[in-house]
């Protein structure tokens, strides 16, 4: 008899893991199955963004499903088995003992919602504390106490060879488990980093060094520790506390180290800022596609940024009167169907230029 090997879980990106789960959530609640989904486990380094695609994949199903969804996150690490039972009391009889339901248990069960009851940081847990997953993965009960039948089964962690907080997680609660893997893919990233504007100096310089993305071993002395989580956690600092990179060397290099800082400080010298485009600081398109390409895409996805100051939103009309058509068509369209604005785009002077560019490109066709 042939002995069968070992399959090592299927590695995805980001976004293919929300996809996937999305696409498998929606059948099962439009068939009105949800109890009968197997539970999900996805294991990737720190900081890669288990928990956001989560929330994501909330999104995602109540855009596809139109009912309200509920995440119910649980830290088992926080809780002890006799938590998870529920507290003892006496039945009325004071004959044997109930157990009271946990609050975490209390979910809304009607027609009109879903609940993903997320288990976050699992093989956090210690084993005696993984075993009370095993009913909750396999037959969504602990005890005495059942998950609504509109509830799907998500628990996440970290890899044991990430030097996190990691125990081996049990054959048995493995076996209850489908298995996804998340692992990093830049251009992936890129994509949600613009979509979520990310502080331009950070894609600029990830763009140009994707491999700083991430640290690649977890394994060293010291308490800089980089993953996409870091540069998110940079970015949401340097916007509050307003400056760039070389304003703020220190606390950046709180969060990523002397040696990225430095790096992304003489990296981004030369680029390009959606700030110079918006301040008129940018006369003439760069000569390089690709910069081309980078600048265009943050100033589509980062309208908000300057679309209610008329002078900005000027300088960037006249910015796109200079660059090759294809590359500003899809910014003038979302400026030209803002709502909500304090002035009238169509009066601007470069809107109208830019109406004339079209015009002439359409009639040298």
């Known amino acids: ?82 938590d998870l039972r529920g507290i003892p009391v006496a039945d009325k009889n004071r004959e044997k003992a109930i157990w009271l339901r946990p609050e975490i248990f209390e979910l809304d069960d009607s027609n009109e919602t879903i609940n993903i009851f997320f288990l976050d940081e699992l093989t956090a847990a210690p084993t005696s504390l993984q075993a009370a997953a095993y009913q909750i993965a396999l037959d969504k009960t602990l005890g005495e106490h059942k998950l609504p039948n509109n509830t799907f089964v998500i628990a996440a962690g970290n890899r044991t060879n990430d030097y996190a907080v990691a125990y081996e997680m049990p054959s048995a609660l493995k076996n209850r488990f489908m298995h996804f893997e998340i692992e990093n893919n830049f251009e992936d990233w890129y994509n949600w980093a613009i979509k979520n504007n990310i502080h331009e100096e950070i894609l600029m310089f990830l763009r140009d060094n994707p491999d700083k993305l991430s640290t690649k071993k977890f394994d060293v002395d010291s308490n800089i520790i980089v993953t996409p989580r870091s540069w998110e956690f940079l970015s949401n600092v340097l916007k509050t506390i307003g400056g760039g990179v070389s304003d703020n060397q220190n606390i950046v290099a709180s969060i990523i180290g002397n040696t990225l800082t430095y790096l992304l400080i003489h990296e981004n010298t030369n680029e390009i800022t959606v700030e110079d485009i918006c301040n008129g600081k940018i006369k003439n398109p760069p000569n390089d596609i690709s910069e081309l390409q980078r600048i265009t895409d943050i100033l589509e996805s980062q309208i908000d940024t300057y679309i209610h100051e008329i002078d900005k939103t000027t300088n960037v009309l006249k910015f796109l009167n200079v660059i090759p058509i294809d590359y500003g068509i899809m910014i ?34």
């Open 332 to 365: 003038f369209r979302k400026i030209a169907r803002y709502n909500g604005l304090s002035y009238e785009v169509s009066k601007v002077k470069a809107f109208n230029t830019y109406i004339t560019k079209i015009g002439d490109s359409n009639d040298n066709k």
């Open 1 to 82: 008899m042939q002995t069968l090997q070992v399959e090592e879980v299927v590695k995805v990106s980001t976004s293919e893991f929300i996809d996937e789960v999305t696409k498998s959530f929606s059948k099962f609640s439009n068939a009105n199955i949800i109890d009968k989904h197997p539970a999900i486990f996805v294991a990737g380094q720190p900081g890669i963004g288990k928990s956001q695609s989560i929330i994501q994949i909330k999104d995602n199903l109540e855009s596809a499903t139109g009912k309200k969804v509920y995440i119910t996150d649980v830290r088992l690490l926080l809780f002890n088995p006799i």
